[in-house]
């Protein structure tokens, strides 16, 4: 089984910045993708940003210029850098895995072009980010 684990998550006045990680293990297919979602009490969870094996990545509008998706293959780790956090940028987030690129598992919204939930079937428990 998939297992992700994240860290980093904690509490910041807004302008700061953190960086958040997520380390992966179990991963059988060659190919796949990782995510980052976020999700506030009584809102659905929306996808941040997403990276794909192959180097693509995405990134809702929200927080494109803010915030930067990596991955470390070698290491099996994503990390998502937040600066200029915003109050709104608070909410739980989650690491996600997909075994299906991101030319599969990205999501065209309002909102930008985003990670579909749908297609990540592997969850880490979530970290919490909370921007005052």
């Known amino acids: 089984d998939v297992q992700l684990v994240e860290s980093g998550g904690g509490s910041v006045q807004a302008g700061g910045s953190l960086t958040l990680s997520c380390a992966v293990s179990g991963v059988t297919h060659s190919r796949y993708c990782l995510g980052w979602f976020r999700q506030v009490p009584g809102k659905e969870r929306e996808g941040v940003a997403a990276?794909?094996?192959?180097?693509?990545?995405i990134y809702a509008n929200s927080v494109k210029g803010r915030f930067t998706i990596s991955r470390d293959n070698a290491k099996n780790t994503v990390f998502l850098q937040m600066r200029s956090l915003k109050p709104e940028d608070t909410g739980m987030y989650y690491c996600?895995?997909?075994?299906?690129?991101?030319?599969?598992?990205?999501?065209?919204?309002?909102?930008?072009?985003?990670?579909?939930?749908?297609?990540?079937?592997?969850w880490g428990q979530g970290t919490q980010v909370t921007v005052s």
């Open positions: 996600a895995a997909s075994r299906f690129g991101l030319h599969i598992a990205t999501m065209y919204t309002s909102l930008g072009a985003v990670p579909n939930p749908n297609y990540f079937r592997s």
């Open positions: 990276a794909d094996s192959d180097g693509t990545t």
